[in-house]
């Protein structure tokens, strides 16, 4: 369940990374904070209940319309897989298909928003565990994992810590690589909270609508520039639509007994 409010002010940065960091610190005494899927190998990283700043203020770069900042609370601690989908996950679930030994690790792409929850329907009838695509908001707060800028690694991104079109920097920002391809998962460095590539190489699929006739997608892509990649960047796509960075992460919701500890 998620709760959202629109805040007066906005809380300083130290201390939102010291309550999260605490948050998930007192979350993982009880429940592992990684989880492994035994059918795909898939790792999942614990995100703990907590509150967070959505959005983007008016005075960050790039920022957009539909970005209008307002806190959002997580009501329960959730799983969050620490790697978009690979290719090798992908056919494990949905084919006998073999997976060349090096595309294995590059991230599943050309899916529509259907693709993604046959997926997680398939996934889900094999084990008791629910898995689902995460709302948005879920997305925006595993992608912060207690910052409150416009990336998790600071006001700033370069190319050498995620996979985006180094072609288009925002303002401040030095020009940097274009790769023109999606990299193997896990080619940078995790943010806070140990979840990969949140920041480009392919856009995720989330379960919310942006308008009547659009989901939500949200991350970037290695086709786009830096303002795609941050935290709070709303980005669009109807349904049926697919493309070549455009694939998915999944969450897992917690079971009644690890919920009970």
Same mark, same amino acid.
């Given at each position: 369940m998620i709760e959202e409010s629109v805040a007066p002010g906005v809380s300083s940065r130290a201390l939102l990374v010291i309550c999260a960091v605490v948050t998930l610190a007192a979350c993982s005494r009880s429940t592992p904070a990684r989880w492994i899927e035994p059918t795909t190998g898939m790792e999942f990283a614990l995100l703990p209940a907590g509150d967070f700043l959505a959005g983007s203020p008016p005075s960050e770069p790039g920022h957009q319309g539909d970005?209008?900042?307002?806190?959002?609370?997580?009501?329960?601690?959730?799983?969050? @897989? !620490?790697?978009?989908?690979?290719? /090798? =996950?992908?056919?494990?679930?949905?084919? @006998? !298909?073999?997976?060349?030994?090096? /595309? =294995?690790?590059?991230?599943?792409?050309?899916?529509?928003?259907?693709?993604?929850?046959q997926f997680v329907n398939r996934l889900n009838s094999e084990q008791r565990w629910h898995f689902r695509l995460p709302s948005e908001w879920e997305w925006e707060y595993g992608c912060r994992a207690g910052t409150v800028t416009a990336y998790s690694t600071g006001q700033l991104l370069s190319t050498t810590e995620a996979n985006y079109n180094g072609d288009g920097p925002l303002p401040g920002q030095a020009s940097g690589e274009n790769r023109r391809h999606a990299m193997p998962v896990g080619s940078f460095a995790p943010n806070q909270w140990g979840l990969f590539d949140m920041h480009g190489n392919v856009w995720e699929w989330t379960n919310d609508a942006?308008?009547?006739?659009?989901?939500?997608?949200?991350?970037?892509?290695?086709?786009?520039?830096a303002d795609s990649a941050r935290c709070a960047l709303r980005?669009?796509?109807?349904?049926?639509d697919s493309g070549d960075s455009l694939g998915l992460r999944i969450v897992r919701d917690l079971a009644d007994e690890e919920r009970a500890r």
């Open positions: 970005e209008t900042q307002h806190r959002v609370r997580i009501e329960r601690p959730l799983y969050m @897989a !620490a790697h978009e989908v690979t290719r /090798e =996950q992908w056919a494990r679930v949905m084919s @006998a !298909a073999a997976v060349a030994a090096d /595309e =294995q690790r590059l991230p599943q792409v050309d899916i529509n928003w259907y693709d993604a929850q942006y308008d009547a006739e659009r989901k939500v997608i949200r991350g970037g892509s290695w086709r786009f520039n980005y669009h796509h109807r349904p049926q």
